[in-house]
């Protein structure tokens, strides 16, 4: 199965632009990078998936490198409410298999 | 509405008892997960199932059991054979690709 790696922890300024780094160099073609963010004592929360393209909603922005060995999770204004773990998924197509990392620890500095 | 129910909230277990976690969704999803949570880790898969009556052994499965007789529900037995099973446990589903939802979990506490 693929692995993501990404930093134990940022820290951010509130208001300020976030980008969460996640590297995937094993890849494969029927992969999507799908990114979770969770609450202290909640389930994980969806926050965007994509394949190749770069993806944009309400949430987030979401930037896949040309080779896909790498994704950007960009928060385009922090809050507060902000803060949590996120975790950078690869979720195969073919098996359905969406296994979870460690995830990068997000704070974000008033 | 439309969502991801896990029961109970909290439950506790005397070593040595079996104990079933529910998981039901009314999402329509093909796809259903569980998940282990220990503190201050991150979410290990236990099992999935893609379909009705078919399921697969995920990284953590040795003391667990599943079952997936019907399409909404997904019900997780932590066995007597698993050997610290003291977690927060997560259940979802999805359709695809899409976003996977999850259900708010269920404390388990072996006393």
């Known amino acids: 199965d693929a692995k993501t790696t990404q930093p134990n922890s940022m820290e951010s300024n509130e208001e300020e632009p976030v980008h969460l780094p996640c590297n995937h160099s094993?890849?494969?073609?029927?992969?999507?990078i799908h990114w979770y963010r969770q609450l202290p004592s909640q389930g994980p929360e969806y926050v965007i998936h994509?394949?190749?393209s770069n993806v944009n909603n309400r949430m987030a922005s979401l930037a896949i490198a040309e080779d896909r060995k790498s994704s950007t999770l960009i928060l385009h204004r922090a809050t507060l409410r902000d803060a949590a773990v996120y975790y950078c998924?690869?979720?195969?197509?073919?098996?359905?298999?969406?296994?979870f990392g460690t995830g990068t620890r997000l704070t974000i500095i008033p | 509405d439309g969502g991801i129910t896990q029961s109970p909230k909290y439950l506790f277990r005397k070593e040595g008892q079996n104990v079933t976690l529910s998981c039901e969704q009314n999402?329509?999803?093909?796809?259903m997960y569980w998940y282990r949570q220990d503190p201050g880790q991150g979410l290990r898969l236990i099992y999935y199932?893609?379909?009705?009556?078919?399921?697969q052994k995920g990284d953590i499965a040795e003391g667990y059991s599943v079952s997936r007789e019907k399409k909404e529900s997904f019900p997780l037995t932590v066995t007597s054979a698993q050997k610290n099973p003291t977690a927060f446990y997560l259940c979802?589903?999805?359709?695809?690709?899409?976003?996977?939802?999850f259900g708010q979990g269920t404390r388990l506490t072996v006393v």
């Open positions: 979802a589903s999805s359709s695809g690709v899409d976003e996977a939802f």
């Open positions: 094993t890849i494969s073609g029927t992969d999507y």
């Open positions: 994509g394949l190749t």
């Open positions: 998924i690869l979720f195969n197509f073919g098996n359905e298999k969406l296994t």
């Open positions: 999402l329509n999803h093909d796809a």
């Open positions: 199932s893609q379909i009705v009556n078919d399921f």
